[in-house]
């Protein structure tokens, strides 16, 4: 392999590291807008560096970009769902565990949680990579695929059963149903949901709705946040990461399971008593379905995510074929991203802490409230407010009759299911 060719991937991880820093600790900033962004810097960057790699190396290199971005990015964005409550796609079942341990003056013991179970997780899916890229190749994945309907079938059951267990009577399947309705009005709504700032999404208000605001404001009357404390170590182990695993495959391959999704289904499968070791399964799930994302573009030539999209557009014929070197690269930056974002996830939540430990709760809650209203005014337009009153109002159904709010992910399942069938 041209050592040339792997010192600029090398480079390009680092850059992606600090964008997915940047984007995991700005509230609705997504990796897939930084994403977009190398996509279309994607020419100017080949001009640049013509006289040192030819094109499929600028290719490899821009992917690398990318792929380090979303690795570091899965890590990260924990630290303001910990701390300020401001959920991302990937983490939105963490923010009430989360903002609870803060509560007990346990803040880094969660972001340490979490990050052991992403560094757990990445390492599991580098693991598998080159196995399931193996094995997922040829008539396997197609039937695989084949099975999406029927997989999300189960999770909404499991869903609704777990609901049923804890005694929410008709609340949750009605809760179910109504984010899940919710959900499909939003994907398939003619409106622009673009914003001063840009091309936006109506995930960041849908989400944001649903698990970020109506949590900020039942937590709107606790006093000042008490003393935390950081006893520098690992507070759960390798074992939650690792369940995380499994659910992260599905995850990557299935599309509508998202890692939301697949963390709700593994706290019904598999439990977790201690919210520390759930939110570490949920971190897991979540940074195996990033790595493992790539798998399936390998394989079946379409991404499950915006990142994948992205450099499947860059990388084109090059990341296809058992072992590809654009493949094996991929997977070097993902492991160097996954070490860099450990120290990074570890390095914000200590910088978050001294901030967060002089501010009474409810005022930064109501701080983060106003900020993720006119984050999503920026970014999402009129419509992307629309949007984010309907959540939230959807959002506050848990806390008034007890369901639980991981039954909220049918905002995502519903509409790919119906999609799926061929009944939306």
């Known amino acids: 392999m041209d050592p040339t060719l792997v010192g600029f991937c090398l480079a390009m991880t680092l850059a992606g590291a600090g964008l997915g820093l940047f984007s995991g600790l700005a509230p609705g900033i997504h990796v897939n807008t930084l994403a977009s962004l190398m996509l279309a810097s994607h020419s100017a960057i080949s001009v640049a560096v013509s006289d040192h ?7 490899t290199a821009v992917c690398c970009c990318i792929m380090s971005a979303s690795v570091v990015h899965s890590f990260v964005d924990f630290v303001p769902s910990v701390f300020i409550g401001a959920p991302d796609g990937e983490d939105a079942v963490s923010v009430l565990p989360g903002h609870r341990l803060l509560l007990m003056g346990k803040g880094m013991e969660t972001v340490r949680a979490a990050a052991i ?23 396997s994945g197609e039937a695989l695929d084949s099975l999406t309907p029927i997989v999300l079938i189960l999770v909404s059951g499991l869903l609704l059963f777990s609901e049923h267990r804890r005694g929410s009577g008709i609340w949750g399947p009605i809760t179910f149903c109504a984010s899940g309705l919710l959900g499909l009005m939003c994907m398939t709504a003619p409106a622009s949901f673009d914003g001063a700032l840009g091309s936006g999404s109506v ?10 605001i109506p949590v900020l404001l039942e937590a709107s009357g606790h006093g000042r946040i008490p003393r935390q404390e950081d006893r520098v170590k690992d507070p759960v182990g390798a074992i939650p990461g690792l369940k995380g695993v499994a659910m992260g495959a599905v995850a990557g391959w299935f599309s509508g399971i998202t890692s939301t999704v697949g963390a709700s289904v593994m706290s ?12 570490s399964c949920v971190a897991s799930v979540g940074t195996v379905t990033s790595v493992l994302d790539l798998v399936t573009l390998s394989v079946s030539g379409n991404g499950r995510s915006g990142t994948a999209i992205a450099i499947g557009e860059v990388a084109g014929d ?7 070197p654009t493949f094996m690269l991929l997977l070097l930056s993902s492991a160097v991203a996954s070490l860099l974002g450990y120290w990074l996830m570890i390095a914000s939540g200590r910088m978050m802490l001294r901030i967060v430990s002089r501010i009474r709760p409810d005022r930064m809650n109501r701080a983060v409230i106003i900020l993720l209203i006119a ?3 920026l970014l999402s337009g009129p419509y992307g407010m629309v949007v984010l009153l309907c959540s939230t109002a959807v959002g506050l159904i848990p806390g008034m009759f007890g369901t639980g709010r991981v039954i909220l992910c049918g905002c995502l399942i519903v509409p790919v299911l119906l999609f799926r069938l061929g009944l939306a």
């Open 203 to 212: 995930m960041m208000p849908l989400l944001t709705g649903l698990f970020g």
């Open 53 to 59: 790699l030819d094109a499929d190396g600028v290719a």
């Open 117 to 139: 179970g992403s560094l757990v997780g990445a390492f599991a899916a580098l693991i598998l990579a080159i196995p399931l890229q193996y094995g997922l190749s040829g008539p």
């Open 268 to 279: 019904v499968l598999l439990p977790e008593r201690s919210p520390s070791r759930f939110i």
């Open 375 to 377: 984050l999503t005014l």
């Open 318 to 324: 090059s990341l296809s074929g058992f072992m590809s």
